[in-house]
């Protein structure tokens, strides 16, 4: 399988296919690349989430029903 990635930073109104590759079942993924320096990144979306909850809400509870561990050789 042949791969070729091509980013642009301005996508043209057309994208040429490879002449290798014409005649041929291709597939063909667009994927909108964010502006790393964009303010809509998800870093933003992450630092704009309220912070709620207490840090206990988010620790691991004890297990009381587990017994001691017992190996087995």
């Not at 994208?15 to 933003?44: C, M």
């Amino acid at each position: 399988m042949q791969t070729i990635r091509q980013i642009y930073e301005d996508a043209p109104d057309a994208i040429p296919i490879p002449e290798a590759l014409r005649h041929r079942r291709i597939e063909v993924l667009l994927i909108a690349r964010e502006d790393p320096l964009s303010p809509h990144g998800l870093k933003a979306l992450l630092a704009d989430m309220p912070d709620v909850g207490d840090d206990a809400d988010f620790s691991r509870q004890r297990n009381i029903e587990r017994q001691d561990v017992i190996w087995d050789f």
